[in-house]
């Protein structure tokens, strides 16, 4: 069974960075398109951030230009390095297959950002 194990959050202040780092087991990294998700309190849970098998990337509106999602096929894991943190980015970040057919999540990661 595919497994994720997110890794990185905390408290971090507006305009700050951050490094979520995600690793999987079950799996190869470089087979399958991956992405990271967040869910904020009392909303749903969105892609913010993916990445394809040929390396092409995609990022939701909101954090394009100050997120960036990269892949380490040595370590097996998924990475989201977040810069100018804003407080709207508070959330519980996960990271997954794209592949709908695997849907089993992981803890998530909390990062909260301050004012």
């Known amino acids: 069974q595919v497994q994720m194990s997110e890794s990185g959050g905390g408290l971090v202040q507006a305009g700050g960075s951050l490094s979520l780092s995600c690793a999987v087991s079950g799996m190869m990294v470089s087979s399958e398109a991956m992405g990271w998700y967040r869910q904020a309190e009392g909303k749903q849970r969105v892609l913010v951030a993916q990445i394809s098998r040929t390396g092409g990337r995609y990022y939701d509106p909101s954090v394009e230009g100050r997120f960036t999602i990269s892949r380490d096929s040595d370590k097996n894991t998924v990475s989201l390095q977040m810069n100018l943190v804003k407080p709207e980015d508070t959330a519980v970040y996960y990271c997954?297959?794209?592949?709908?057919?695997?849907?089993?999540w992981g803890r998530g990661t909390l990062v909260t950002v301050s004012p």
């Open positions: 997954k297959p794209l592949r709908a057919s695997i849907d089993n």
